[in-house]
């Protein structure tokens, strides 16, 4: 079994294209022209990802002030996870994100298409890690974080971590309401069900106030704010 060596295996699974910018830099109408899943989660996963979210976002808003992962870096991280699971919402937003923090409009299609063209080799470990992540469904195995614990140090990991829970958690939720504003605009997903799009929709609203205490307790008595694929454990 591969444990410490991150780079074997692929996990640039490319079909998010997204439409050539103006030299403005204004971000277009659609992002992506989904007409099927790449990837479906179920309500429980959902409810998992918001409970790491309490966690993750106090790290990320302490990086904010310490600046000890660079933004665009982030940005980075998780264009890759939104990428894995295809959620077009989050590629539209994020992509307007990544162009007001001077990604080129190449680098922002390069990282949604799976590409490694714009990925440094300084990151090249966290982006496999976030890609890693990201096709884990969230549990990564423990020999992947161990890694980038190596690489760039606990402090720095742990932000890393943080950046891709928080859009696997919006990825989670961002899939089916893409899928439900496909259907408005009479493009329903060949693979979705109305009930599938607003069950996840209206019950999203109603568990993340619920989880996200569920995370806060978690916290607040000590429990580690990472779950890892027990499988590759051994």
Same mark, same amino acid.
């Given at each position: 079994?591969? #444990?410490?060596?991150?780079?074997? %295996?692929?996990? +640039?699974?490319?079909?998010?294209?997204?439409?050539?910018?103006?030299?403005? #830099?204004? =971000? *277009?109408?659609?992002? =992506? /022209?989904?007409?099927?899943?790449?990837? &479906?989660?179920?309500?429980?996963?959902?409810?998992?990802?918001?409970?790491?979210? *309490?966690?993750?976002?106090?790290?990320?808003?302490?990086?904010?002030?310490?600046?000890?992962?660079?933004?665009?870096?982030?940005?980075?991280?998780?264009?890759? @996870?939104?990428?894995?699971?295809?959620?077009?919402?989050?590629?539209?937003? /994020?992509?307007?994100?990544?162009?007001?923090?001077?990604?080129?409009?190449?680098?922002?299609?390069?990282?949604?298409?799976?590409?490694?063209?714009?990925?440094? *080799?300084?990151?090249?470990?966290?982006?496999?890690?976030?890609? /890693?992540?990201?096709?884990?469904? %969230?549990?990564?195995? &423990?020999?992947?974080?161990?890694?980038?614990? &190596?690489?760039?140090?606990?402090?720095?990991?742990?932000?890393?971590? =943080?950046?891709?829970? @928080?859009?696997?958690?919006?990825?989670?939720?961002?899939?089916?309401?893409?899928?439900?504003?496909?259907?408005?605009?009479?493009?329903?997903?060949?693979? =979705?069900?109305?009930?599938?799009?607003?069950?996840?929709?209206?019950?999203?609203?109603?568990?993340?106030?619920?989880?996200?205490? +569920?995370?806060?307790?978690?916290?607040?008595?000590g429990f580690s704010n990472i779950r890892f694929d027990k499988s590759t454990s051994k």
């Amino acid at each position: 079994m591969v #444990k410490d060596n991150l780079f074997k %295996g692929s996990y +640039h699974i490319s079909i998010i294209k997204i439409k050539k910018m103006d030299k403005n #830099k204004k =971000s *277009p109408k659609s992002v =992506s /022209h989904r007409v099927e899943f790449k990837r &479906k989660f179920s309500l429980w996963e959902l409810y998992r990802s918001f409970v790491f979210t *309490p966690g993750a976002m106090s790290k990320l808003i302490g990086n904010n002030k310490s600046k000890l992962v660079d933004k665009r870096f982030i940005e980075r991280l998780q264009l890759a @996870v939104t990428e894995v699971n295809g959620c077009a919402a989050c590629s539209y937003q /994020h992509t307007k994100m990544a162009l007001k923090q001077g990604m080129s409009n190449e680098e922002i299609s390069s990282f949604l298409s799976g590409g490694d063209s714009f990925i440094k *080799p300084e990151e090249a470990k966290a982006i496999i890690f976030a890609q /890693h992540f990201a096709d884990s469904r %969230g549990f990564p195995g &423990k020999y992947a974080f161990d890694s980038i614990v &190596k690489e760039y140090g606990e402090e720095k990991a742990g932000i890393i971590l =943080s950046a891709v829970q @928080v859009m696997i958690a919006g990825n989670m939720y961002g899939i089916p309401l893409s899928a439900f504003l496909s259907r408005l605009k009479g493009n329903p997903y060949k693979d =979705s069900t109305l009930f599938y799009e607003s069950g996840m929709i209206i019950a999203g609203i109603i568990c993340l106030p619920i989880a996200l205490i +569920h995370g806060l307790i978690r916290g607040l008595t000590g429990f580690s704010n990472i779950r890892f694929d027990k499988s590759t454990s051994k």
